[in-house]
Structures are given as C-alpha cells and as structure tokens.
C-alpha cells in the first residue's frame, strides 16, 4: 500500500493498493509514478541472469496525491526489459529502469 498521511495531525487521509512498491517519483503535474513488481519474491528473482535483462513482469502506476486514485499506465511482461524499479516522466514520455540490466526503456506518456 502506499498510504498518504497528514504530517501534522498524523491522521491518515487516504490510500492506494500497489503490489511490492519500489522506488516512487512526481512529475511536473505534481502525479505520482510507481514502479511495482509483479513476480514471486521468493521464488522468482534474477539472481540467475547473467547476461542482458531480468525479464520479471512489472507494472507502472499513476496516481494522483489528492484523490489517491490510482491507474496501471503499463503492464510489462517480458522483453525488451523487465525488473523496472523506477518510473519517471519527462516531458511526453515515461522513462523506466531497472535494478538488473543493461537498458533503460521509455514509452509516450498519454
């Protein structure tokens, strides 16, 4: 869950589900980006890769902080990378990389 909380009175304001969020960044809009991986964290790592890309499945999601809704943007499995641990939007595009790789990857922001 990524959870959103009033700092000062602690009273928590609202929430949305994300399965095993990794790394989280604003764009310009002021939306949240969301790298969450999809695969079985014990029974599936990329510790056996030695070459090219961890092709684990991923998501990416927006969110926007006020409302707490949230939306999939993207739903990899596969090549051309996998194993995405950050989402960023610049400009008209999401750029998104991974822990394990030799790539990053970007999509047209729509």
């Known amino acids: 869950k990524t959870i959103k909380i009033d700092r000062s009175s602690g009273k ?30 014990i029974g599936q790592t990329c510790a ?29 499995d596969g090549a051309p990378m996998g194993y995405a641990t950050v989402a960023l939007k610049v400009g008209d595009r999401v750029f998104m990389g991974s822990a394990h790789g030799d790539r990053v990857v970007s999509s047209p922001a729509y």
């Not at 589900?17 to 980006?33: A, K, S």
């Not at 961890?54 to 999939?72: F, H, N, R, S």
């Open 12 to 41: 928590r304001e609202g929430e949305f589900t994300v399965q095993q969020p990794d790394n989280i960044t604003v764009d310009d809009e002021g939306n949240l980006w969301v790298a969450s991986h999809k695969n079985d964290p």
């Open 48 to 76: 056996l890769v030695t070459e090219g890309p961890c092709l684990l499945p991923y998501e990416v999601i927006k969110a926007d902080p006020e409302t707490m809704q949230a939306e999939v943007f993207l739903s990899q």
